[in-house]
């Protein structure tokens, strides 16, 4: 005859080895949107070292100088991020450096004109010069809306480094 207590460990076991199945099989997942690789962030203070190792004591290849400069992250080790910016130029940077705080970059070698809307048929808020640095609020099919000091309307992402194509936020 098998008593309550048996019964209530085997279920016990049988429960805890469902949730390890179901875990590892990938039937429940994380939300891994924020550990996909390449993803875009930003650098969250000025005078940033970016290193030739995921090291303290790897040599510093490159230095951040502004706040709020978006960078890509294209590998991870531990707490490092090996990260690039517009130009290719990066290194490994140490996560607790780097915001999830999004910025984009204007492109192009054109001014192109800030929206109220996401489409091209309305009213321009302010034009933008190439390299101007924006904060990123939103991301739609082709569309961002940015920030740009006290700016805020939407940009055609063809005119952006700093988000996805295909990104929606």
């Keep these: 005859m098998i008593t309550q207590k048996k019964m209530i460990k085997n279920n016990s076991i049988t429960s805890f080895l469902i949730i390890i199945y179901l875990l590892y099989s990938g039937i429940v997942q994380a939300d ?3 550990l996909s690789l390449p ?5 969250k203070s000025n005078e940033v070292n ?4 995921p090291h303290f004591k790897s040599s ?3 230095i951040f100088i502004k706040k709020g400069e978006p960078v890509e992250i294209i590998e991870e080790y531990e707490q490092w991020r090996l990260v690039r910016d517009l130009k290719g ?3 490994w940077i140490h996560a607790s450096v780097l915001s999830a705080k999004r910025f984009i970059v204007v492109i192009g070698k054109d ?3 800030m929206l109220a809307s996401p489409n091209n048929k309305n009213k321009i808020i302010i034009k933008l010069a190439p390299n101007v640095r924006c904060q990123l609020h939103k991301a739609i099919e082709n ?6 000091g006290e700016y805020k309307g939407w940009l055609q992402k063809e005119f952006l480094w700093g988000v996805y194509t295909d990104e929606k936020l």
């Design 50 to 53: 970016a290193r030739t190792g």
């Design 89 to 91: 130029e990066g290194g």
């Design 60 to 62: 510093i290849e490159w």
């Design 32 to 34: 891994n949107k924020k």
């Design 111 to 113: 001014i192109v004109p």
């Design 143 to 148: 569309w961002c809306k940015i920030q740009c």
């Design 39 to 43: 993803r875009f962030v930003s650098i």
